[in-house]
């Protein structure tokens, strides 16, 4: 192999390593904050259940929909929505403070509430496994 | 040996880019001290301020002051993540105060942040905020669209073309028509409406 091949090929892989290492360290953090066991079934389960809040029917597929490789649109705006899988969309996950940032605003929208660090790995575990 | 090598090509390849990136900066800040004398003469738009200012005569003007105000690029950031970055002169210090202090609450979505990054935002509105008359003899509303220059500006454009366009849905997404709201220009010569076309007053 040529060596701007080389490089070009070792740039890109320490970049998907950098962004599988966010996911690894938020899961950490999540562990030391005393959740265990991450479910990507039950991120999926928590992804897809609607609940009422402030009189609206609401959940993560109301804007992302049920299908996390697939881009979304916000349910009122109608602002397009890159897809949450990291697999179709690899600038995801890379920011730990967006990434909380944005359970933060969304748990609180969706659930009414936080998300537990259990909810947030179980999320992560189930969108980051995600296949295009 | 390998190594070195890698080594010295890698560094070789950050000092051409950084002098390339050199250069593009000089060009983009006489490109924008041209146009923006250039606009002065064409603009129609009867706001002034802040447009002028900092996003007012083109995409490179905007490009230059945002050097001059470091709270600016996070303003773009942040609220240009959901939607345009409005132009702060498009409501009072008032209005700003009061939006920045309900962000949990921001016209039925969440839109917190931390405590830092929402101070430096709202002393950069409240810095370019509209100037109002009379001082705060009149309350001022909270949303952009409400503004009463705006109501004036837009009462004549019927619900199928907003409302009820699926290419605009709301008056709020100002870039749907206003080709180069971006760019701070709102110029009713560069209004395309999705599905309709030039807008003739």
């Not at chain 1, 996911?23 to 562990?31: K, P, V």
């Not at chain 1, 602002?79 to 969309?89: D, R």
């Not at chain 2, 971006?182 to 409406?193: K, L």
Request: proline content about 4%; aromatic content about 8%.
């Amino acid at each position: 192999m040529n060596k701007p091949g080389m490089i070009t090929m070792l740039l890109m892989t320490s970049l998907s390593i950098a962004s599988a290492n966010e996911i690894d360290s938020l899961l950490a953090g999540y562990r030391d904050d005393g959740a265990a066991g991450f479910s990507a079934v039950r991120g999926k389960l928590l992804w897809t259940t609607a609940r009422i809040i402030d009189g609206e029917q609401r959940a993560c597929s109301s804007c992302h929909t049920a299908d996390p490789v697939a881009p979304g649109k916000h349910v009122k705006t109608g602002k397009p929505i890159e897809p949450m899988a990291a697999s179709a969309n690899p600038e995801r996950f890379t920011d730990m403070a967006k990434t909380e940032k944005w359970f933060r605003r969304n748990c609180k929208w969706t659930l009414g509430r936080e998300c537990t660090p259990q909810e947030k790995g179980d999320l992560l575990t189930w969108l980051s496994g995600q296949q295009e | 040996m390998k190594k070195t090598l890698l080594i010295l090509i890698s560094l070789m390849l950050g000092l051409t880019a950084s002098v390339a990136l050199l250069a593009g900066h000089d060009e983009r800040g006489e490109d924008a001290h041209h146009e923006y004398h250039e606009s002065d003469h064409d603009d129609d738009d009867d706001r002034r301020g802040w447009l002028r200012r900092i996003a007012g005569s083109s995409e490179t003007q905007q490009y230059r002051d945002r050097g001059q105000d470091p709270a600016f690029g996070t303003y773009s950031n942040e609220c240009g993540d959901c939607h345009m970055a409005y132009p702060p002169d498009m409501l009072a210090k008032e209005s700003w105060r009061g939006l920045m202090a309900n962000l949990e609450d921001h016209f039925g979505d969440n839109a917190e942040l931390d405590a830092a990054t929402a101070g430096e935002i709202g002393s950069f509105l409240e810095r370019n905020a509209a100037r109002t008359m009379g001082g705060a003899r009149t309350s001022q509303p909270a949303r952009i669209t409400d503004a009463r220059w705006f109501r004036a500006q837009h009462h004549e454009i019927p619900a199928r073309m907003v409302k009820n366009n699926p290419g605009v849905k709301s008056f709020s997404r100002c870039e749907a028509c206003h080709t180069r709201a971006a760019e701070g220009r709102f110029n009713e010569h560069d209004v395309r409406i999705p599905g309709y076309g030039y807008w003739d007053d």
